[in-house]
T-cell receptor, first 112, second 116 residues
Framework: DAGVTQSPTHLIKTRGQQVTLRCSPKSGHDTVSWYQQALGQGPQFIFQYYEEEERQRGNFPDRFSGHQFPNYSSELNVNALLLGDSALYLC???????????FGPGTRLTVL | AQSVTQLDSQVPVFEEAPVELRCNYSSSVSVYLFWYVQYPNQGLQLLLKYLSGSTLVKGINGFEAEFNKSQTSFHLRKPSVHISDTAEYFCAVSDDVNTGFQKLVFGTGTRLLVSP
């Protein structure tokens, strides 16, 4: 049983560019959450998707957007990249409801 | 708004010694509590969780934690650590216990350094 997978593993972009990160949830899970983990910090909640809709959002600007597909996989898009967007981006999947979130290995984004 | 405080940024300990990593949370409602571990250059792995019931929770790798509602704490313990326990440990809380959608609020992490 595959766990949560994310691609790519690493990514280098320059300021102003746009980036798309991808996540496949654990088999059977229907809810995907995204977190940003800056160096030396705990993860911060970006948003959560269920039934292809954004259900909750953290304190992140509109430059951060997402999508969930019918197969429950998800994308995180970040526009107009800033140096401060450099971080490890973590995807977590779960079942709808009070369920445990299981995390993927993350995508390390570096913005130069 | 809920928040999590991990009182120690770094905890050095010798191999086979006991360890306690402290976590306090603030929330006015019922909560779910979690401890995750992160090894270098990896994602987060769930160690244990408290959803309801017994306040002493046992997890993987010999770790356990105790939920104390009056002190709003959820400290993580292990009676005897190994070199391989060296990692970053994160405490997290979710207070969306009555909704379908949960977001986790994490502490800043505690680095456990185990030396021989």
């Amino acid at each position: 049983d595959a766990g949560v997978t994310q691609s790519p593993t690493h990514l280098i972009k320059t300021r102003g560019q746009q980036v798309t990160l991808r996540c496949s949830p654990k088999s059977g899970h229907d809810t995907v959450s995204w977190y940003q983990q800056a160096l030396g910090q705990g993860p911060q909640f970006i948003f959560q998707y269920y039934e292809e809709e954004e259900r909750q959002r953290g304190n992140f600007p509109d430059r951060f957007s997402g999508h969930q597909f019918p197969n429950y996989s998800s994308e995180l898009n970040v526009n107009a990249l800033l140096l401060g967007d450099s971080a490890l981006y973590l995807c977590a999947s779960s079942l709808y409801g009070p369920d445990t979130q299981y995390f993927g290995p993350g995508t390390r984004l570096t913005v130069l | 708004a809920q928040s999590v405080t991990q009182l120690d940024s770094q905890v050095p300990v010798f191999e086979e010694a006991p360890v306690e990593l402290r976590c306090n949370y603030s929330s006015s409602v019922s909560v779910y509590l979690f401890w995750y571990v992160q090894y270098p250059n990896q994602g987060l792995q769930l160690l244990l969780k408290y959803l309801s019931g017994s306040t002493l929770v046992k997890g993987i790798n010999g770790f356990e934690a105790e939920f104390n509602k009056s002190q709003t704490s959820f400290h993580l313990r292990k009676p005897s650590v190994h070199i391989s326990d060296t990692a970053e440990y994160f405490c997290a809380v979710s207070d969306d216990v009555n909704t379908g959608f949960q977001k986790l609020v994490f502490g800043t992490g505690t680095r456990l350094l185990v030396s021989p």
